[in-house]
């Protein structure tokens, strides 16, 4: 009998009677698939495939985008503005007049009571690029408050701030064809066959090719650990010692490229000093890795020439977040791995577009990577925006994480949250259900109705959502690819940015801001301020995008005029000696002192709570809790827990057990297996309520982003099952 298939054909996927297939990027992770979505004679969308001359994904898509057409009409979707006086009132359906107004009223209002600060604009990674270009013209050109960041301090705040420290300025310098030319690749905190699926399938395409080594450092045995040379399974928190041990060895070995580090680095010194601290005997102590692998691994990166590293949320999500990145760049930089193919710390981004959000939302500063603080900065944007300077604050404020606290403490009293659920994904939800609740106006602009933090608006406007859009998104190796309305928005919804552009109207009373009305436009305004900027996209325009399937930034209007085609892949920051963006054009090395500022296990507590995420579900799950064929692998929440730590607790596979952690409780589903070690648990924060109950509020200090991986927990076996199933299943909205 045969098995499998007996002809090379490719897997030919259902087309569901598509008679039109329209392009867009895919919606969900950053690694910024190019996707086209199949539409049946009556216009309905009915299948997805990836594009098969796209560089990126070369045809592929994961399980989200395979059924990612199955989004626009899935339930829960706002049809229609609605308003209630109290977020306790019931909803009332409105018009969009009425909509705008109240939204207009509601921030002025709160702005003549309690100041200009005291109305928080709160943005996500996850809206197009000239949408967010948009909202940051309308909030810091007319509504004028300086309380205004997105969830990218989530998530991307440790590496912008990391590479801010090194470089100069945020930039990834790498990209995917980074791993067709290595020798080496350490994969920090990064779970790339489950989050980013489409890039590990670069990664394995070139490492079967090439064969080096992959060295995954993770506390929990992940599927990329699996596939590891080299697996290090640490102590959470310490990636900071194992950076400095395996720099120690590197210096101590001469292993270092001095040339390198005499023509673009600063601080080596310093550097030494502290690491001359941490000989592997010391750190293994700490970070729970043999001494003599740390060796082999130090001597490994420093001889492989090049050698890369690639880090997630295992990095940036630490009161060590920005320390652990600034490591990862020492390390980069003290081998001469910056910039060149094969070398390169490489931050692999989380949402769609975090990094159009860096780039263009003003909200870590001003449009491309300009700064509030700088008065040239400040005074070309106000010229151009035809606002007056003075209106701009000279100093950026509160991060989102800084936000919710002053909101705790009251001198928050309105918001404008605008796609991101702060009730799901902040650490400690009680105290922001706390701070939520205080707040006199609340407008939430969401695509989907029945999100936990629309409980506390009271305005809600319906949004389109990813290809109902038209518009532009920038991947993780600064990629920027197009989205083409697909389908219009269901009901009443609107795409974001014909809401902004109304919003702004409101605002605009005396005319003096243009806010061009489509994407393309906004695409040729963003490019006249982005000539001779770190990010210069002068040389693109919709349609090229469309036709390359994504150009990566710097192509520029000089280069078209060369009649240099846009790059295919492959181009990379920082290629020759000094151009790293400090004014000596030198990059710094910083030592980096490591002390335990976060909650660790203690007989109380005796588990470490490890959170994170699942390939089939995105985020909160509003989108994939709604999609049967993403939902049905997970739809309840559960741990990972060791089979030795379940039998000394008489906890069985399957039993719903009790976590309880300083702040709060929760119940789950246990699932048994030595992914994890004895003293930690995996939950997936996915679920309603549940993960970030239990979590605490620890920041890093620099970037502000929590530490959502590193808390305690016990855990309590419970008796009666059956209550336990049903307290469990109201931890899923769906
Ligand atoms: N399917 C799917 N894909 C996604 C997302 C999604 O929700 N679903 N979200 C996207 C977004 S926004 C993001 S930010 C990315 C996140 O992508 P990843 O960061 O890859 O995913 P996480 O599961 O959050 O965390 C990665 C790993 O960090 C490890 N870790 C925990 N503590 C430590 C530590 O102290 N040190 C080290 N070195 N590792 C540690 C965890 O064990 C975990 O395996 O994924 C993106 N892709
Ligand atoms: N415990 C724990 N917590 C975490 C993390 C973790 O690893 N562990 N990771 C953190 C990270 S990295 C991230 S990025 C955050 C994510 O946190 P959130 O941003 O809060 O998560 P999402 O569920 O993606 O929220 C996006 C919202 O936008 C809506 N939306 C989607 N598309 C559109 C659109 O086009 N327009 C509008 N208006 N709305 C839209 C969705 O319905 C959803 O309600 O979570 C963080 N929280
Ligand atoms: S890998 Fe990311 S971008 Fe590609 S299809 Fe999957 S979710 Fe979409
Ligand atoms: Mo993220």
């Not at 040339?259 to 080596?268: K, M, P, S």
């Not at 959502?465 to 532009?472: D, L, Q, R, S, Y």
Request: hydrophobic share 35%.
């Amino acid at each position: 009998m045969l098995f499998g298939r007996t002809k090379k054909n490719p897997i030919k996927l259902p087309e569901h009677g598509a008679v039109e297939w329209k392009y867009a990027t895919c919606g969900y992770c950053s690694t910024g698939c190019s996707i086209e979505v199949g539409l049946n004679a009556e216009g309905k969308a009915v299948a997805s495939r990836g594009v098969a001359d796209a560089d990126v994904n070369r045809g592929k898509l994961c399980v989200k985008g395979l059924v990612e057409h199955r989004l626009f009409d899935t339930a829960g979707r706002g049809m229609y503005p609605m308003k209630r006086k109290h977020w306790s009132d019931p909803w009332e359906r409105t018009t969009w007049d009425e909509a705008f107004t109240l939204l207009h009223d509601g921030i002025r209002g709160i702005q003549a009571k309690y100041g200009r600060d005291s109305v928080a604009v709160i943005s996500t990674g996850q809206m197009l690029t000239e949408e967010f270009y948009t909202l940051g013209k309308l909030t810091r050109g007319l509504i004028g408050t300086n309380t205004y960041d997105g969830n990218t301090t989530l998530c991307m705040a440790s590496a912008v701030s990391g590479y801010k420290r090194s470089f100069g300025s945020d930039g990834p310098p790498g990209c995917y064809d980074d791993f067709s030319h290595t020798n080496c690749l350490i994969a920090w905190g990064s779970n790339l066959p489950e989050q980013h699926p489409i890039i590990y399938y670069r990664m394995k395409d070139a490492q079967e090719k090439r064969h080096f080594p992959l060295i995954v450092v993770d506390p929990r045995l992940t599927m990329l650990g699996q596939n590891a040379d080299i697996y290090l399974p640490l102590t959470p928190g310490t990636d900071v010692v194992l950076q400095n041990a395996m720099m120690h060895v590197i210096f101590k070995e001469g292993l270092e490229d001095k040339r390198y580090i005499e023509a673009n680095t600063n601080g080596l010194e310093e550097l030494k000093a502290e690491v001359a601290k941490w000989d592997p005997t010391t750190a293994s102590k700490v970070c729970g890795i043999n001494e003599e692998t740390i060796r082999v691994v130090a001597r490994l990166f420093a001889k492989a020439n090049p050698a890369m590293c690639i880090w997630t949320m295992g990095i940036n999500q630490s009161t060590h977040g920005s320390d652990g990145v600034v490591g990862i760049n020492n390390l980069c930089l003290i081998t001469g791995n910056v910039g060149r193919p094969g070398g390169a710390p490489l931050s692999i981004t989380g949402q769609c577009n975090a990094m159009g959000t860096r780039e263009w939302s003003s909200a870590s500063g001003l449009p491309n990577y300009r700064l509030l603080e700088y008065e040239k900065d400040r005074l070309e944007i106000a010229n151009f925006w035809n606002i007056d300077p003075e209106f701009l604050p000279k100093k950026v404020g509160p991060k989102q994480t800084d936000i919710y606290q002053v909101m705790e403490a009251g001198a928050i009293k309105g918001m404008w949250l605008v796609a991101t659920n702060p009730m799901t994904s902040l650490p400690n939800t009680s105290r922001v259900r706390k701070a939520m609740e205080q707040l006199e106006f609340c407008c939430v602009q969401d695509c989907y109705t029945d999100t936990e933090s629309a409980q506390y608006a009271t305005l809600y406007l319906p949004a389109g959502t990813w290809a109902e859009k038209n518009g532009v998104m920038t991947n993780t190796e600064r990629r920027i690819n197009l989205v083409n309305p697909v389908v219009p928005c269901p009901g009443e919804a609107k795409p974001d940015l014909w809401i902004f552009n109304r919003a702004a109207e409101r605002f605009n009373t005396e005319g003096r801001v243009k806010f061009p009305e489509k994407a393309a436009d906004i695409f040729l305004e963003m490019r006249e301020i982005s000539r001779g900027r770190l990010s210069d996209i002068s040389g693109m325009d919709h349609a090229l995008l469309e036709k390359s399937r994504g150009i990566q930034w710097p192509y520029t209007a000089e280069q078209v005029a060369r009649g240099e085609p846009p790059p295919k892949g492959g181009k990379r920051l920082y290629t020759v000696d000094g151009t790293f963006r400090y004014p000596d054009g030198k990059a710094k090395l910083i030592a980096l002192p490591f002390v335990v500022n976060y909650e660790v296990p203690d007989d109380e507590y005796p588990f470490w709570l490890n959170t994170g995420r699942l390939i089939e579900h995105w985020h909160g799950r509003t989108k994939t809790g709604k999609i049967g064929n993403n939902n049905k692998f997970s739809p309840i929440p559960f741990i990972e827990m060791n089979p030795d730590a379940a039998g000394e607790l008489g906890v069985r596979e399957g039993e719903y057990v009790r976590l309880v952690s300083r702040r709060s409780d929760a119940v789950v589903m246990a699932k048994l297996t030595s992914r994890v070690r004895k003293n930690m648990v995996f939950l997936p924060f996915h679920f309603h309520d549940c993960a970030n109950r239990l979590t605490i509020a620890n920041l890093d200090p620099h970037s502000r982003q929590p530490a959502y991986k590193q808390s305690a927990v016990r855990i309590e076996t419970i008796a009666n099952q059956y209550e336990a199933a049903i307290l469990s299943k109201e931890m899923r909205t769906f």
